[in-house]
């Protein structure tokens, strides 16, 4: 059975972008970039957008779970690191541009 998750990708000054990570039954990992192409985990450029001529990097969000309240900073954030309640789940939720819809 094939399983799919909504992650989040920080690409600096452009923004956040929540695309979709696919599980394949004999455990190969796809994630799919902005341009639509569905690349294995772990390719050098992963995720990647095209911005004013130029390629350029994101990073994946990455959380701690901590005793912090998760709220509108977490919701709204544009950058990689999550310190709080939800471990990264909701990070960047509220201004993310979904890859692939």
């Not at 000054?13 to 192409?37: C, I, L, S, Y």
């Not at 992963?46 to 309240?69: A, M």
């Amino acid at each position: 059975m094939t399983t799919e998750r909504t992650i989040r990708y920080s690409v600096p000054g452009v923004g956040m972008f929540a695309t979709t990570e696919r599980t394949w039954p004999h455990g190969k990992v796809m994630v799919q970039n902005a341009d639509g192409r569905w690349l294995p985990k772990g390719h050098v450029n992963l995720f990647s957008v095209q911005h004013n001529g130029r390629t350029i990097g994101g990073k994946r969000v990455r959380g701690v779970v901590t005793d912090h309240q998760c709220d509108a900073a977490c919701l709204n954030a544009k950058g990689h690191l999550c310190e709080c309640s939800c471990g990264g789940a909701n990070h960047g939720a509220g201004v993310a541009v979904t890859v692939g819809a």
